[in-house]
Nanobody
């Protein structure tokens, strides 16, 4: 049984930082691409950042230079370091595991990030 659990969300002031974690079990973590997505109220879910099994990264334009995605295959965890947070970063952040050529993917339950003074 595959489980994907995000953590690390919370309330932070504009300009502050948070680090999100995504831990997976029941799966060959190192073989999967890890993606962070977010969904704000009334908006569609959007890709924030992705890291492949070979640790290649890609970022949405609106987080480039502020967010950093990383992974630690030894503890089956991916991270999203978020700096210089803005109110428009407020959303539920989700983690997704996927593999090229495989239709089945796995999502976590999400963690709320609120940026407000």
């Amino acid at each position: 049984q595959v489980q994907v659990v995000e953590s690390g969300g919370g309330l932070v002031q504009p300009g502050g930082s948070l680090r999100l974690s995504c831990t997976a079990s029941g799966i060959i973590f190192s073989a999967h691409t890890m993606g962070w997505y977010r969904q704000a109220p009334g908006k569609q879910r959007e890709l924030v950042a992705v890291i492949t099994s070979g640790s290649m990264t890609n970022y949405a334009y609106f987080v480039k230079g502020r967010f950093t995605i990383s992974r630690n295959n030894a503890n089956n965890t991916a991270y999203l370091q978020m700096n210089s947070l803005k109110p428009e970063d407020t959303a539920v952040y989700y983690c997704r595991l996927s593999r090229p050529g495989v239709s089945r993917d796995y999502w976590g339950q999400g963690t709320q990030v609120t940026v407000s003074s």
